[in-house]
């Protein structure tokens, strides 16, 4: 398989992206969120408990997958990932009703890992082929996870109808898993490339407990709640902002072109201009739109609504490359697996100090205020953030 990609390096930027497709959950959660609420019988704050469980246990999965990835290369990773996100769904159609804590865990838990598992395997792969245009392949890749929230809500539409919500969920996953996993058969490291972490590595700790990790990580964390706090209500929020049901549901699929195009725009920009300018002015474009989204109705909160997931989806997207020029290559996957878990502190935690605080304005207040401090780290990160399309320096 080496070889058949050396000569043909796109073929793994495909498989990638179709592999990308198959694990936008949280994009589609908002497709999801009515039919699992209602068939297993649980209140909107443990529905969206369970969409943040899902964010939650992608950090964790993230650093367990990039491991994994680091030392038996990108595909056991990603083919187990691919089981892992199949047999959460069809997990899914067993678990009684009534019971979030079981949806959690034998949901929320395989799913998340098992996006998890795949998506370092996967972007770390297209970095090591691609070392001079590593925001295009990241950003090529990123634009089948920007345009799955809009396939999976189509799917979500036609299966959960057709077979019930049980075995609708049940087909979905399976079809899924066999994306994903025929995806995973094209992952490989180039020639030359050693897949075991070499002995100079920097230990997991030292990154960890490094200042550029640090605030890096917290910025990750602190852009959750401008998209993820809203993800899985946008549909009735669209319509409580007085859109039409059909129009209403479509948030899902405007926030999923929003996704893709901020996934391919932001890491390609990046090739040309400093990645940390590039992500500050995102971070800066979702605290004033999470202003304006607290205020807006009827088709300004579609508009608004792109605009946040485009930004959104943009600075995560961007972290894959932030972790290379900050630490280097090695243990990239690892490395990006410690980042991510700022996106599960920043999902979980959001979630339950909205849920405590209670009401719709708190939450819009948390996204504003969460991005603006988001940017303030950007900014105390100083030039160490990255180059244009090349590593900084390795930061200890």
Known sequence: MQKFVQKRRWVLLAA????????GIP??????????REGYEISETAG???FACVIGFFGLGCV??????????????????????GGGFGLLALLPAG??????????????????????????????????????????????????GAALSLLARL???????RGGFAALGGLLALVAAAGSLFLCDPPGEQT????????????????????????????????????PLIVELAAERGLAENLAFAAVAIGSAGSAAGRLAAPALSDRLPRRGVDMGLFAALCGLSIGFAFAGGWLVLLLWAALTFCYAGQAALLPTLAVDLFGPDSAGRNYGLLALGMSAGSVGFTLL????????????VAAVCAGVGFLALLALGKGGGGKGQNGPKQG
């Open 16 to 23: 990638g992206a179709a592999i990308q497709l198959a694990v």
């Open 27 to 36: 994009s589609a959660f908002g497709a999801f969120f009515g039919p699992l």
């Open 48 to 50: 969206t408990l369970v």
């Open 64 to 85: 367990l997958g990039g491991a994994l990835r680091d030392r038996k290369g990108p595909r056991p990773a990603a083919l187990l990932g691919s089981g892992l996100l």
């Open 99 to 148: 019971s979030p804590a079981l949806l959690i865990l034998g949901f929320s838990a395989p799913v998340g890992l098992g996006c998890a598992f795949l998506t370092p395997a996967v972007l770390t792969a297209a970095q090591r082929w691609y070392p001079d245009r590593r925001g295009l392949a990241t950003g090529v890749i990123g634009l089948g996870m920007g345009l799955s």
């Open 159 to 165: 299966l959960l109808p057709a077979l019930g919500v």
């Open 196 to 231: 075991a972490p070499p002995k100079d590595q920097q230990p997991a700790l030292q990154v960890a407990k490094s200042r550029p990790f640090l605030l890096v990580f917290a910025a990750t964390a602190l852009a959750a709640p401008s998209v993820l706090l809203f993800s």
């Open 354 to 365: 909205a849920a405590a605080l209670g009401g719709a304005p708190v939450r819009h207040l």
